[in-house]
C-alpha cells in the first residue's frame, strides 16, 4: 500500500504565504492521483479544501490554491488569517483506494 | 447540495460486529458516478480510509481491514452502510461517511468498543 507523505507541522505570519506538499511513495504525484485537500479544525470534522488537484468547493476561501509542484501536489494560502489555523490533510486516489497523509498542523502565528 | 448524516450504536462490545448507516438527502445515491466512502479517526490521530462503494457495483477495501469490513447501498433507503467485524478497542475512532468526488461528508459519530 502506498505511503502519502506530508509536512508534520508549518507555521506562517498572518498574511504570509505558505505551501503545504502531499508526496508518494509511489513516486510523482499526477493528477491522476485526484488529490485533495482536507481541513480540519479542532473538535470539527474534515472539509473537502480542493479536490481534484484543483478544484474548490463554494466555501473554499479564494486565498487556497492547489497544484502540482516537483512532483508532488501542493495546497498554497496566500496571504494567511488566523482562521486558517488547523490541520490539513492530503488525499491520494491509486485506481480506487484512497490513502489519506499524516497531516500537516499549520500554525498562523 | 448533498447532506449526508451517519447513525449507528455509540458503544459496541468487543467481538462484536459495528453496523453503521449513511443516510443521504439533497440527492439520489444511484445516480452519477461517485464514491461512497467510509473514514474514521481515533482521537488525536490522524484519518483513515475504510473503504467505499462506487455507484458501479465496484468495492474497494483499506487492506489492512479488508477481511472484516464490508459496505453496501440500499438504494430503496437513499442510504449505504458498513459493517466491521471482530472489533477490538483499536476500532474506538469517530467514523465519517463521505461522497467522493467533491465535498460531501457527514459529521461524524463517535464509536467506543468497551465492555
Known amino acids: 500500500q502506498a505511503v502519502v507523505t506530508q509536512e508534520p507541522s508549518v507555521t506562517v505570519s498572518p498574511g504570509g504565504t505558505v505551501t503545504l506538499t502531499c508526496g508518494s511513495s509511489t513516486g510523482t504525484v499526477s493528477s491522476s492521483l485526484y488529490p485533495y485537500w482536507l481541513q480540519q479544525k479542532p473538535g470539527q470534522g474534515p472539509r473537502t479544501l480542493i479536490f481534484d488537484t484543483n478544484n474548490k468547493p463554494s466555501w473554499t476561501p479564494a486565498r487556497f490554491s492547489g497544484s502540482l509542484l516537483g512532483g508532488k501536489a501542493a495546497l498554497t494560502l496566500s496571504g494567511a488569517q488566523p482562521e486558517d489555523e488547523a490541520e490539513y490533510y492530503c488525499l491520494l486516489w491509486f485506481s480506487g483506494f484512497a490513502v489519506f497523509g499524516g497531516g500537516t498542523k499549520l500554525t498562523v502565528l | 447540495q448533498v447532506q449526508l448524516q451517519e447513525s449507528g450504536p455509540g458503544l459496541v462490545e468487543p467481538s462484536q460486529t459495528l453496523s453503521l448507516t449513511c443516510v443521504v438527502s439533497?440527492?439520489?445515491?444511484?445516480?452519477?458516478?461517485?464514491?461512497w466512502s467510509w473514514i474514521r479517526q481515533p482521537a488525536g490521530k490522524g484519518l483513515e480510509w475504510i473503504g467505499r462503494?462506487?455507484?458501479?457495483?465496484?468495492?474497494n477495501y483499506n487492506p489492512s481491514l479488508k477481511s472484516r469490513v464490508t459496505i453496501s447501498l440500499d438504494t430503496s433507503k437513499n442510504e449505504f452502510s458498513l459493517k466491521l467485524s471482530s472489533l477490538t478497542a483499536a476500532d474506538t475512532a469517530v467514523y465519517y461517511c463521505?461522497?467522493?468526488?467533491?465535498?460531501?461528508w457527514g459529521q461524524g459519530t463517535q464509536v467506543t468498543v468497551s465492555s
Open positions: 439533497g440527492g439520489s445515491i444511484s445516480s452519477g458516478r461517485y464514491s
Open positions: 463521505a461522497r467522493f468526488p467533491g465535498d460531501s
Open positions: 462503494f462506487y455507484t458501479t457495483g465496484i468495492t
